[in-house]
């Protein structure tokens, strides 16, 4: 991290340039498809307030913990409000009400049927509030043959046909991706469905429900679904090859019949293979003289002076600390620091949206449980001392502010 990134230490702080300033967003999200999608609103200037169970999201359980809170549960809640509600006590739902009838947009990525029986699905909510828009992220979607299967990102990434693509390539037996994939696609696409919902509504003054699969989200975005759909099984490979080079390996783009005519007409590369030699042959002899080649330099940066020579793009394969290193992740402020509410900083990652006219920033640090219990019920319901503690002294507030 550059020593001019600033350290975020107050939750939501007002900018005027920000461009979501102004919206409410009730977050009823947990884990992560939800909580990204909220979490990006919020560097947007939306005043994002989180709900949250008395047991907390599960996330304050993993990553490395500092002080009251783990690393994984900072990064996707930055900068949120929270109020902690018990739904199980008398009243609890009626406050939830209360606060989404406030709500420009409701997040939720329950299984479909939930919320339903607190009386918290969309139809509860907009019969007496119009304008409201609600997106719902879920595996399979709100209805369906599908739609109370548990969805965790692993079993999308399986039925999606990523996983065995991926593995394929790799060579492989199936494994699973570290990062979640289907839960960050679905959560981005939520929001592109919220914006067009928002902007729908903005000319008619009525909100709607958006219904995002996760299921859905996986398959649009994969660029080589046009191979399935015209019935080939297993697609060629594409993207790029990585060979062992010095300081590193490297991934060098293209298809290698490419990289081969680059390699021999500008870095003048002799071809290996005899006349007569078979397809296989040449590929093979070709292969090993590229390799030999990358691995002749004394150091990386020669490696990397002869790709540019010859007009070849290349990549580091760097690991995920040296990644966060980068001189454009410096250079453009990605990564910020945020108060780790234990008397410390960690550093977070800010979402990626440049504006030339306004701002989007991580606006404070994650907040604890119940934390904003007082400062939500005020600026939401008007509600302020005695009107607060009836909801405390029943049970329903909860806070370990």
Same mark, same amino acid.
């Given at each position: !991290?550059?020593?001019?990134?600033?350290?975020?230490?107050?939750?939501?702080?007002?900018?005027?340039?920000?461009?979501?300033?102004?919206?409410?967003?009730?977050?009823?999200?947990?884990?992560?498809?939800?909580?990204?999608?909220?979490?990006?609103?919020?560097?947007?200037?939306?005043?994002?307030?989180?709900?949250?169970?008395?047991?907390?999201?599960?996330?304050?359980?993993?990553? %490395?913990? +500092?002080?009251? =809170?783990?690393?994984?549960?900072?990064?996707?809640?930055?900068?949120?409000?929270?109020?902690?509600?018990?739904?199980?006590?008398?009243?609890?739902?009626?406050?939830?009400?209360?606060?989404?009838?406030?709500?420009?947009?409701?997040?939720?990525?329950?299984?479909?049927?939930?919320?339903? #029986?607190?009386?918290?699905?969309?139809?509860?909510?907009?019969?007496?509030?119009?304008?409201?828009?609600?997106?719902?992220? @879920?595996?399979?979607?709100?209805?369906?043959?599908?739609?109370?299967?548990?969805?965790?990102?692993?079993?999308?990434?399986?039925?999606?046909?990523?996983?065995?693509?991926? @593995? +394929?390539?790799?060579?492989?037996?199936?494994?699973?991706? =570290?990062?979640?994939?289907?839960?960050?696609?679905?959560?981005?696409?939520?929001?592109?469905? !919220?914006?067009?919902?928002? #902007?729908?509504?903005?000319?008619?003054?009525?909100?709607?429900?958006?219904?995002?699969? !996760?299921?859905?989200?996986?398959?649009?975005?994969?660029?080589?679904?046009?191979?399935?759909?015209?019935?080939?099984?297993?697609?060629?490979?594409?993207?790029?090859?990585?060979?062992?080079?010095?300081?590193?390996?490297?991934?060098?783009?293209?298809?290698?019949?490419?990289?081969?005519?680059?390699?021999?007409?500008?870095?003048?590369?002799?071809?290996?293979?005899?006349?007569?030699?078979?397809?296989?042959?040449?590929?093979?002899?070709?292969?090993?003289?590229?390799?030999?080649?990358?691995?002749?330099?004394?150091?990386?940066?020669?490696?990397?002076?002869?790709?540019?020579?010859?007009?070849?793009?290349?990549? %580091?394969?760097?690991?995920?600390?040296?990644?966060?290193?980068?001189?454009?992740?410096?250079? +453009?402020?990605?990564?910020?620091?945020?108060?780790? +509410?234990?008397?410390?900083?960690?550093?977070?990652? =800010?979402?990626?949206?440049?504006?030339?006219?306004?701002?989007?920033?991580?606006?404070?640090?994650?907040?604890?449980?119940?934390?904003?219990? #007082?400062?939500? %019920?005020?600026?939401?319901?008007?509600?302020?001392?005695?009107?607060?503690?009836?909801?405390?002294?029943?049970?329903?507030?909860?806070?370990?502010?």
């Amino acid at each position: !991290m550059t020593e001019s990134a600033p350290t975020r230490t107050a939750a939501n702080q007002p900018s005027h340039d920000a461009p979501l300033g102004g919206l409410r967003v009730l977050d009823l999200t947990r884990v992560l498809a939800g909580p990204f999608a909220a979490r990006m609103l919020c560097d947007l200037g939306a005043d994002v307030v989180k709900v949250e169970p008395p047991e907390g999201d599960v996330t304050r359980h993993f990553g %490395l913990r +500092r002080g009251q =809170q783990t690393g994984y549960y900072a990064q996707q809640n930055a900068g949120k409000r929270n109020i902690c509600i018990d739904l199980t006590k008398p009243g609890g739902t009626d406050l939830v009400r209360l606060l989404a009838d406030q709500a420009d947009v409701v997040l939720e990525n329950f299984r479909p049927g939930v919320l339903a #029986r607190y009386g918290l699905d969309y139809a509860s909510l907009s019969a007496d509030h119009r304008a409201l828009i609600m997106v719902s992220i @879920s595996g399979f979607g709100q209805d369906g043959p599908e739609s109370q299967r548990a969805a965790y990102a692993g079993i999308l990434h399986a039925e999606s046909g990523w996983l065995h693509r991926q @593995s +394929r390539s790799a060579g492989a037996p199936p494994a699973d991706s =570290q990062l979640s994939v289907a839960d960050t696609t679905s959560g981005m696409h939520g929001l592109i469905g !919220m914006f067009a919902a928002l #902007r729908v509504r903005d000319a008619t003054g009525v909100g709607q429900h958006v219904d995002i699969a !996760m299921a859905d989200a996986l398959a649009v975005v994969d660029d080589y679904a046009q191979w399935a759909l015209d019935g080939v099984e297993n697609a060629p490979h594409g993207g790029g090859d990585v060979w062992d080079a010095p300081g590193g390996p490297i991934i060098v783009m293209g298809d290698f019949k490419w990289v081969w005519k680059c390699a021999n007409e500008i870095l003048g590369l002799a071809d290996p293979t005899p006349p007569g030699a078979d397809i296989a042959t040449k590929i093979a002899l070709r292969r090993g003289a590229w390799a030999t080649y990358l691995g002749s330099f004394a150091t990386q940066d020669e490696a990397l002076a002869a790709l540019d020579r010859a007009n070849l793009a290349w990549g %580091l394969i760097k690991t995920p600390v040296q990644a966060l290193d980068s001189p454009t992740l410096q250079h +453009r402020n990605s990564i910020v620091e945020i108060d780790d +509410r234990d008397g410390g900083t960690r550093r977070i990652i =800010q979402s990626p949206y440049r504006f030339s006219e306004s701002t989007s920033e991580v606006r404070g640090p994650a907040p604890l449980r119940g934390e904003h219990n #007082r400062d939500v %019920l005020g600026d939401w319901l008007g509600l302020q001392g005695d009107d607060v503690d009836q909801w405390s002294n029943a049970g329903v507030l909860l806070s370990e502010a």
